[in-house]
């Protein structure tokens, strides 16, 4: 499933990122003058993009003239770019753990994947492929592009792309904030069976029918 700018078609690309550059939004004539595409293919874009919650109406710039309606991306809208957090987080990592020590960096990353679950509704599931798949979900909202895989009688979620790959290779403990997340938000042991960081070809990991530890 692709995220991100890479969902969209290349006249929406250009679309998004020609409102990312307008801070006080744009409208449809300097659109279709700066994608070169006529009015109806602008509005069509931008219904589509309203109707998704990534860009939005704005109020129009005064100009002493008849006000022109105008665009601008929402919140939602300006997360659909990049952002490099991978550089920023493995130096802070590092930093902790050279002042810290290991287990206390773990522990501490331990109850930032319990802090980020708590603000989430713990999955209520009758089974264990209900399970997998709602845990799965969850996942790949977090960019985790996780899928619920059936392995003999136990319903596992396979994650196949780590979102602190550049930091894990440093600190395999950040992986500690991977199970304590999905321990608290399933409510059982979760069980770490394979990892990418370790030569797998994914992350893959087994929810036990046991509780999750405090």
Known sequence: MAHGLAQFGDT?????RQLL???DGSGVETLCELLRISHNAVRQHLTALTTRGLVER???VATGGRPQVRYALTAEGRELFPRNYGAI??????????RMGEAEVGAMLQELGTTVAATQAVIQADSGEA???ALAKRLDTLGYEAVPARHGDDWQVEAFNCVFHG??????QVCKFDLAYMEAVTGRRVHHMECIIRGGHACRFKLGPEPAQD
């Open 12 to 16: 929406q690309q250009r679309l998004l």
């Open 131 to 133: 399970l997998a798949r």
């Open 167 to 172: 930091v894990a290779r440093q600190h395999p």
């Open 58 to 60: 704005v109020e129009p």
């Open 89 to 98: 987080a493995a130096a802070l990592i590092s930093q902790l753990h050279a």
């Open 21 to 23: 550059l307008s801070r």
